[in-house]
């Protein structure tokens, strides 16, 4: 499976982005899509998943009631709304997907820098 993630940009603090995340090839195996960043100098964290079927979504604390993570299975596309962000959002967003069965997220998408300034 391959990732395209886009929607990346500059944006003050209390401001909104939308990120996506298009899949393509062997779409068929994905079951979960997920999101995770990356600030400078620190490790790469969990921020949001969305399941194939029910949709069933999970949120890192520190973005809840912020952002939603919503799925588009017909056109194989997971997108992020951001909204009131802050500083501390500012990262390498990547998007991630991984089967049914598998343990962790197998497949990466090359990050979109989101920055937001106060």
């Known amino acids: 499976v391959q990732l395209q993630a886009s929607g990346g940009g500059l944006v003050q603090a209390g401001g909104s982005l939308r990120l996506s995340c298009a899949a393509s090839?062997?779409?068929?195996?994905?079951?979960?899509m997920g999101w995770f960043r990356q600030a400078p100098g620190k490790e790469r964290e969990f921020v949001a998943s969305?399941?194939?079927?029910?949709?069933?979504?999970e949120y890192a604390d520190s973005v809840k009631g912020r952002f939603t993570v919503s799925r588009d299975n017909a056109k194989n596309t997971m997108y992020l709304q951001m909204n009131s962000l802050k500083p501390e959002d500012t990262a390498v967003y990547y998007c991630?997907?991984?089967?049914?069965?598998?343990?962790?997220?197998?497949?990466w998408g090359q990050g979109t820098l989101v920055t937001v300034s106060s």
């Open positions: 969305i399941t194939r079927g029910s949709g069933s979504t």
């Open positions: 991630a997907a991984k089967g049914l069965f598998d343990d962790t997220f197998g497949s």
């Open positions: 090839g062997r779409t068929f195996s994905v079951y979960t």
